[in-house]
């Protein structure tokens, strides 16, 4: 079971499963509704999918013709999208709470990502965020 909600808390859903990969979508409304570099997302068949709680507040908007994509009103995290003549939703993976057992297997639309954007070990990894004059308030000396 994959259970997802938004940043508030007053909307969740389940799923049964995953039924398609993880993918990071680097296409330009993703990274624009997202405000991020890309959004990982997977697939998930209509039957496997269901609403727990929230249902007043989730609102949607049509991002490309035919495509849907949902958010909470109160807090404004995108949960899922879909394509109204497709048997399936599109999880926002940044919104699902439980493991959903696999590991993201591609990047697509990445001839959209962004110059500045890399990846891979020549970049520092922090296990939480970095103790360095670059992440302190600006003006902090400290």
């Given at each position: 079971?994959?259970?997802?909600?938004?940043?508030?808390?007053?909307?969740?859903?389940?799923?049964?499963?995953?039924d398609g990969p993880?993918?990071?979508?680097?296409?330009?409304?993703c990274r624009?509704?997202?405000?991020s570099s890309y959004s990982s997302t997977a697939r998930v068949y209509r039957e496997h999918f269901?609403?727990?709680?929230?249902?007043?507040?989730?609102?949607?908007?049509?991002?490309?013709?035919?495509k849907r994509r949902h958010f909470c009103r109160a807090c404004g995290t995108h949960l899922?999208?879909?394509?109204?003549?497709?048997a399936y939703v599109i999880l926002r993976?940044?919104?699902?709470?439980?493991?959903?057992?696999?590991?993201?297997?591609?990047h697509i639309w990445?001839?959209?990502?962004?110059s500045w954007l890399r990846y891979g070990e020549e970049l520092p990894h922090y296990s939480k965020g970095p103790k360095s004059a670059?992440?302190?308030?600006?003006?902090?000396k400290r």
């Open positions: 079971m994959i259970l997802g909600s938004c940043a508030c808390g007053k909307v969740a859903y389940e799923a049964d499963q995953l993880i993918c990071h979508c680097h296409c330009k409304t624009s509704v997202h405000a269901r609403w727990l709680r929230g249902h007043a507040l989730i609102r949607n908007f049509e991002s490309s013709p035919g899922i999208a879909e394509w109204s003549h497709l993976m940044g919104a699902v709470d439980s493991d959903p057992g696999v590991m993201p297997s591609t990445y001839s959209h990502s962004p670059l992440m302190r308030p600006h003006g902090s």
